[in-house]
C-alpha cells in the first residue's frame, strides 16, 4: 500500500492550491481516502474525507466553504482543492487510507480509523 501526497507550495493569502494523492498497491475504489495536515507543534487534524465512491464527502469547520475534495477512482487519485487560503491553513498535508468505504461523521476525521498514510506535502500560507 502506498500513497503519495504532493501538490503542496508557497502561497499567498486568499490563494488556492490543489494537493493529489496518488495511491497504489491495493483496490483503490474500495477505500475511502482522508486528509490531514499537522502544524508544527500542533496535533493531527482531520481536514476533510471522501467515501470510496465519491458520494459522501466530509470536512472540518475551518475549512468548509474554502476546500473541495474529489477522486478520479480511473486514476487513482484524490484531489483537495483549497481555495481563499490562510495562515492558519499553513501546515503539512497528509493523506491517508480508511478502514472502510464509507466513513461516517463520528468516525472520518480520528487518525485511528487510518491504516494507511502518506508521507506529506507541506502548505505555507504567507500573508
Known amino acids: 500500500v502506498q500513497l503519495q501526497a504532493s501538490g503542496g507550495g508557497l502561497v499567498q493569502l486568499g490563494g488556492s492550491l490543489r494537493l493529489s494523492c496518488a495511491a497504489s498497491?491495493?483496490?483503490?475504489?474500495?477505500?475511502?481516502i482522508g486528509w490531514f495536515r499537522q502544524a508544527p507543534g500542533k496535533g493531527r487534524e482531520g481536514v476533510s474525507c471522501?467515501?470510496?465512491?465519491?458520494?459522501?464527502?466530509f470536512y472540518s469547520a475551518s475549512v468548509k466553504g474554502r476546500f473541495t475534495v474529489s477522486r478520479e477512482n480511473a486514476k487513482d487519485t484524490v484531489y483537495l482543492q483549497m481555495n481563499s487560503l490562510k495562515p492558519e491553513d499553513t501546515a503539512t498535508y497528509y493523506c491517508?487510507?480508511?478502514?472502510?468505504?464509507?466513513?461516517?461523521?463520528?468516525?472520518?476525521?480520528?487518525?485511528?480509523?487510518?491504516?494507511?498514510w502518506g508521507q506529506g506535502t507541506l502548505v505555507t500560507v504567507s500573508s
Open positions: 491517508a487510507r480508511f478502514s472502510g468505504s464509507n466513513p461516517i461523521l463520528t468516525s472520518w476525521a480520528t487518525p485511528s480509523q487510518y491504516n494507511s
Open positions: 498497491g491495493f483496490s483503490f475504489d474500495n477505500y475511502a
Open positions: 471522501i467515501s470510496s465512491g465519491g458520494g459522501r464527502k
